[in-house]
């Protein structure tokens, strides 16, 4: 009987198959490297673009405060200016208004009444007159409530008095005067 080795064939398939093994995990290994450099590269590439980014929205932001600061000092500057103006319209109104009330009192004045003082302390006014009537002094009353430079009118008192020998009738106004209109 012949007797054939066997065994280094079997060697010779294991080594094979061995090496085989060893090229494949190679290959798998190599490929593998290859994409986590691609994959790194990407990222990087990524990674770059939105620190631009990042820096290019970081800008704008800067120029856009910027922006805001201008547009808020303006708008102060605006109100600021809007409030000389008032002060300078209120100014004219209050240098041609004790004119136009000095005129609006000589209109609503009646014929039989006649006007001893008129005195400001604050924001109260009083007037102060004479009248032949109690109807003359309801009409200057109630003509002074409906002035626009008039408010809160009242009528402090009235009282019967001698004048020269004639009967007259005291009164006494309390108002509130508004020159700025």
Same mark, same amino acid.
């Given at each position: 009987?012949?007797? &054939? ?10 080594? /094979?198959?061995?090496? =085989?093994?060893?090229? @494949? +995990?190679?290959?798998? *290994? ?5 994409? @986590?450099? &691609? ?24 120029? *856009?405060? /910027? ?13 600021? *200016? %809007? ?31 006649? *006007?001893?003082?008129?005195? !400001? ?28 430079? +008039?408010? =809160? ?10 004048? %020269? ?8 106004? !309390? ?7």
């Amino acid at each position: 009987m012949i007797r &054939i080795n066997l065994l280094q064939v079997k060697a010779e398939k294991k080594k /094979q198959t061995g090496q =085989q093994q060893i090229i @494949l +995990f190679g290959l798998v *290994l190599a490929v593998e490297i290859v994409i @986590l450099i &691609i994959l790194f590269g990407s990222v990087s590439a990524a990674k770059k673009s939105l620190v631009q980014k990042v820096a290019y929205y970081n800008a704008e932001i800067q120029k *856009l405060d /910027q922006i805001i600061g201008e547009v808020n000092q303006y708008k102060e500057t605006k109100a600021t *200016l %809007e409030a000389k103006l008032k002060v300078i319209d209120d100014l004219k109104k209050g240098r041609s208004g004790p004119i136009k009330v000095l005129d609006e009192i000589a209109q609503k004045t009646p014929k039989k009444l006649w *006007l001893m003082k008129f005195e !400001e302390k604050g924001r109260s006014t009083v007037i102060s007159g004479e009248a032949s009537s109690d109807e003359d002094i309801a009409a200057f009353l109630s003509d002074l409530e409906r002035s626009q430079y +008039f408010s =809160q009118v009242r009528l402090k008192f009235t009282k019967a008095a001698e004048r %020269e020998g004639n009967q007259v009738k005291q009164f006494e106004i !309390e108002c509130v005067v508004n020159y700025a209109i």
